[in-house]
């Protein structure tokens, strides 16, 4: 995922451009990693139909021969079950992998022990490359701290039925659809009120 995101960014790719009924432009922006895990994961690119569970020969041509289909499935299949092991750590780091400092580069979970107490924090890797030297600069994040805000902006997001609605450009969506979506909106927002493993798996 992160070398197809750098690529992606190199290549100066963006999102399609979509004007909703209201006037306002959606889109045209950079791909984000979930973006990309779409894309990855999306049969339709072979040549096939999914519908019910099952797959089917589609009136379009195969952009994606399977055999590179299959192994890209099975990667991401492999990092979601490693991401979920990590989910069951009795504190886990909810962010690893999608925080960056200002210069783009991953931060990276760290931490240090107090007077028997852990801390943990989120930490730019120039602090860890070049500890101990005038060059390191960088980021060092109180993980607890940023964690509580992002997930209080995802909940925040997830129970605003209007807002996120209006963000997914649902309009053309049946009511059932809607509900769907409203439905596991509302799911994922307990999630992250949850345990810490429920809440690392929420944030992914």
Same mark, same amino acid.
């Given at each position: 995922?992160?070398?197809? +995101?750098?690529?992606? =960014?190199?290549?100066?790719? !963006?999102? +399609?451009?979509?004007?909703?009924? &209201?006037?306002? #432009?959606?889109?045209?922006?950079?791909? &984000? !990693?979930?973006?990309? *895990?779409?894309?990855?994961? %999306?049969?339709?690119?072979?040549? !096939?139909?999914?519908?019910?569970?099952?797959?089917?020969?589609?009136?379009?041509?195969?952009?994606? =021969?399977?055999?590179?289909?299959?192994?890209?499935?099975?990667?991401?299949? /492999? $990092?979601? &079950?490693?991401?979920?092991?990590?989910? +069951?750590?009795?504190?886990?780091?909810?962010?690893?992998?999608?925080?960056?400092?200002?210069?783009?580069?991953?931060?990276?979970?760290?931490? @240090?022990?107090?007077?028997?107490?852990? *801390?943990?924090? *989120?930490?730019?890797?120039?602090?860890? %490359?070049?500890?101990?030297? =005038?060059? /390191?600069?960088?980021?060092?994040? @109180?993980?607890? #701290?940023? #964690?509580?805000?992002?997930?209080?902006?995802?909940? =925040? @997001?997830?129970?605003?039925? /209007?807002?996120?609605?209006? !963000?997914?450009?649902?309009?053309?969506?049946? $009511?059932? +659809?809607?509900?769907?979506?409203?439905?596991?909106?509302?799911?994922? @927002?307990?999630?992250?009120?949850? &345990?810490?493993?429920?809440?690392?798996?929420?944030?992914?």
């Amino acid at each position: 995922m992160r070398r197809v +995101k750098e690529e992606a =960014d190199r290549l100066g790719l !963006r999102t +399609k451009c979509i004007t909703a009924v &209201s006037g306002t #432009e959606r889109g045209g922006k950079p791909f &984000s !990693r979930g973006h990309i *895990y779409g894309l990855l994961s %999306n049969s339709i690119y072979t040549g !096939r139909i999914a519908h019910k569970g099952e797959l089917y020969p589609g009136q379009h041509p195969a952009l994606i =021969d399977d055999e590179t289909w299959a192994a890209a499935r099975d990667q991401l299949a /492999a $990092n979601a &079950s490693n991401h979920q092991r990590k989910g +069951k750590a009795a504190e886990p780091s909810l962010l690893a992998g999608l925080l960056v400092d200002a210069e783009g580069e991953r931060l990276t979970p760290s931490h @240090a022990v107090k007077k028997d107490r852990r *801390y943990r924090y *989120y930490i730019s890797a120039a602090l860890i %490359n070049e500890a101990g030297t =005038d060059q /390191a600069q960088g980021f060092r994040l @109180a993980a607890r #701290e940023i #964690e509580e805000v992002v997930i209080r902006i995802l909940c =925040d @997001a997830l129970t605003n039925p /209007a807002k996120l609605l209006e !963000r997914l450009g649902t309009a053309a969506m049946s $009511n059932d +659809k809607i509900r769907k979506i409203l439905g596991r909106a509302n799911r994922l @927002a307990v999630a992250l009120k949850g &345990s810490p493993g429920e809440q690392a798996r929420g944030v992914r």
